[in-house]
């Protein structure tokens, strides 16, 4: 493992990690239940204990103490969690998440008014803000036939002229019951602690 990676840095780990919260992630706690449920996925295998010492831990949302790690802490301080009266704060919580960079003024993302901090705060849209799941309203032209229908000879058999129309949109207002989603890979998010 580089641990050449500024402290609060975030990578990818293909390997397998031991369970080490069995708590949903409580980013989704008050919109998606069913989310929440089962975020928290059954995985085996003692590598979890070769990462620590490295000074890499899972993104799981777990409480850390500011005197432990405070170097950690102020690169993250409280967004993720925490009381600074108590001497915690929580590590990111990136379980069954999509990752997405900062817009920071790119205009990629069209909805950055709409995210919010992992508190709860709507008015933030910086690292660590939180999306709800969304699905585009869309159309599809079609040609729909009109006309009449002549029947005998086969040569003959129609005369339907096109007339455009538009499909409706028939999930308007509402979420599905799944998701819509990109091909995926489930992956754990690591952070460098110290």
């Known amino acids: 493992m580089n641990t050449a990676q500024p402290i609060g840095s975030v990578c990818l780990y293909l390997g397998d990690l031991a369970q080490v919260s069995q708590a949903p ?3 989704w706690s008050s919109g998606d239940s069913a989310v929440a449920a089962s975020a928290a996925s059954r995985t085996d295998g003692p590598l979890r ?3 620590e010492p490295l000074g890499w831990m899972p993104c799981d949302g777990r409480e850390m103490r500011i005197s432990r790690y ?4 102020a690169a993250l301080g409280c967004l993720y969690g925490g009381q600074y009266e108590r001497g915690i704060f929580n590590l ?3 379980r069954g998440m999509f990752v997405r960079g ?3 003024g790119a205009g990629v993302d069209p909805d950055r008014d709409q995210r ?3 508190d709860g705060n709507p008015d933030y849209s910086g690292v660590g803000s939180l999306q709800w799941d969304a699905l585009q309203a869309h159309q599809h032209d079609y040609s729909e036939p ?4 002549v029947s005998g000879d ?3 058999a129609c005369n339907l002229p096109a007339k455009p129309q538009k499909t409706t949109d028939p999930v308007t207002g509402r979420v599905s019951v799944h998701e819509t989603r990109p091909r995926n890979m489930a992956v754990h998010y690591i952070i460098r602690v110290e």
């Open 25 to 27: 992630n409580p980013a």
């Open 49 to 51: 204990a070769l990462l």
């Open 70 to 73: 405070p170097d950690l802490f």
């Open 92 to 94: 990111p919580d990136l």
């Open 102 to 104: 900062v817009d920071d």
């Open 116 to 118: 919010r901090s992992p």
């Open 146 to 149: 009109t006309g009449s229908t």
């Open 154 to 156: 086969a040569a003959q």
